[in-house]
């Protein structure tokens, strides 16, 4: 079993630390997963121009072909504007129709406030559904407040819901 973990942020490191905890919270229940992270400011993604996925960089190629064939995955975004980053909607929208099918998505988002919780709600859930993806009850939200001068998470709620998210991941 594969559990691709991806990073929608360009800059900061809130967002790929919740998703590599995710990740690490797979690998301490099953151990025998592989796990990847795919940390979009690592990556070159083109920007979606109506063309076939042969048509893009290597980059672009490698990171689509990598979300195709996880088993399951986490999907991280900071919050920008009330809205998922552009960089991971600009991802999506190189993905084949009814790629998520019998896949579970987890849902990360970071914001710097307590108002932007709900944008995983009506943002970011119904992409993963209309890709048909399974996304978990539960979703890991955290704020700046969730982290301390070293980027660890110190917020018990944050905690635990990594590993209650971990834990629908594995059980799939």
Do not use: C
């Amino acid at each position: 079993m594969k559990i691709v973990g991806v990073s929608g942020s360009m800059i900061g490191s809130k967002t790929v630390k919740v998703v590599s905890e995710v990740l690490e919270a797979v690998k301490r229940k099953s151990p025998a997963v592989e796990t990847e992270l795919i940390d979009l400011k690592e990556y070159e993604i083109d920007w979606v121009r109506g063309l076939p996925l042969e048509a893009y960089n290597s980059d672009t190629q490698k990171v689509v072909q990598n979300i195709i064939t996880a088993d399951a995955l986490v999907f991280g975004t900071p919050i920008y504007q009330a809205s998922i980053s552009g960089v991971l909607k600009n991802l999506f929208d190189h993905l084949p129709m009814g790629v998520f099918q019998s896949k579970v998505t987890g849902v990360v988002t970071t914001a710097g406030s307590e108002r932007h919780f709900l944008v995983a709600e009506y943002q970011l859930k119904p992409i993963l559904q209309f890709l048909k993806g399974t996304v978990p009850n539960t979703q890991v939200f955290a704020v700046n407040g969730s982290f301390n001068e070293k980027n660890e998470i110190v917020d018990q709620e944050v905690l635990t819901r990594i590993d209650v998210l971990a834990e629908a991941i594995v059980q799939q």
